[in-house]
């Protein structure tokens, strides 16, 4: 697609029920990131995916939180057991090979745990 | 480990005047900078960048950037902010080596132009 598209755009749901985001990037991006913005906490790194190299993970906060990028393309970050300070918004964004090239973000799912 | 210090949260600043929005990082290695804009309920976007050569850097929307190694610093300047330049704004820094180059972002500093 044209940009990175990120489903669901809202997500409401009651604690200890499992989530799923979903990120389809950039079609060619090898590059992609998982990043939580919550109020006061700007964009928090969460885990980063390069090719077909090992994903660095180091930034997920608990083992309730999982990754996985299918065929180098699209992702999906799965919370388990969901608690209310999960509620964030949850984004997205792919880049070519290198960090440096720009990053292109998606619009993000904003996650409610109730 | 890379990490990127945002010292303003909140910058009022009245319309048409100078605004500098501040950004330090610390790192071991050679590092890549950057600037994005997040308008009000949109997504992020790319301000500028500093790659290499030239210490200031032009971006969109007439903002610019200066890396000062010396001071481990990246600050983002307009000489006259609009109206429309409220937003949120992030620094952010890559690893300048081979290998794994993620991008680790600031807290934000939240630009409010006044009328």
């Known amino acids: 697609g044209a940009g990175v598209s990120q489903s669901p755009s809202n997500k409401v749901t009651e604690k200890g029920k499992d989530v799923e985001l979903r990120c389809d990037p950039i079609s060619g991006h090898t590059a992609l990131y998982w990043y939580r913005q919550s109020l006061g906490q700007g964009l928090e790194f969460l885990i980063y995916?390069?090719?077909?190299?090992?994903?660095?993970k180091s930034g997920l906060p608990s083992d309730r939180f999982s990754a996985e990028r299918t065929g180098g393309s699209v992702s999906t970050l799965t919370i388990q057991r969901t608690q209310q300070e999960d509620s964030a918004v949850y984004l997205c964004?792919?880049?070519?090979?290198?960090?440096?090239?720009?990053?292109?973000f998606g619009q993000g799912t904003r996650l409610t745990v109730v | 480990a890379q990490s990127v210090t945002q010292l303003d949260s909140q910058v009022p600043v009245f319309e048409e005047a100078p605004v500098e929005l501040r950004c330090n990082y610390s790192s071991s290695v050679s590092v890549y900078l950057f600037w994005y804009v997040q308008y009000p309920n949109q997504g992020l976007q790319l301000l500028l960048k500093y790659l290499s050569g030239s210490t200031l850097v032009k971006g969109i929307n007439g903002f610019e950037a200066e890396f000062n190694k010396s001071q481990t610093s990246f600050h983002l300047r307009k000489p006259s902010v609009h109206i429309s330049d409220t937003a949120e704004y992030f620094c952010?820094?890559?690893?300048?080596?081979?290998?794994?180059?993620?991008?680790?972002f600031g807290t934000g500093t939240r630009l409010t132009v006044i009328p």
């Open positions: 964004a792919s880049s070519t090979w290198t960090g440096w090239a720009e990053a292109f």
């Open positions: 995916f390069q090719g077909n190299s090992a994903p660095d």
């Open positions: 952010a820094v890559s690893r300048g080596a081979t290998g794994a180059n993620n991008l680790f």
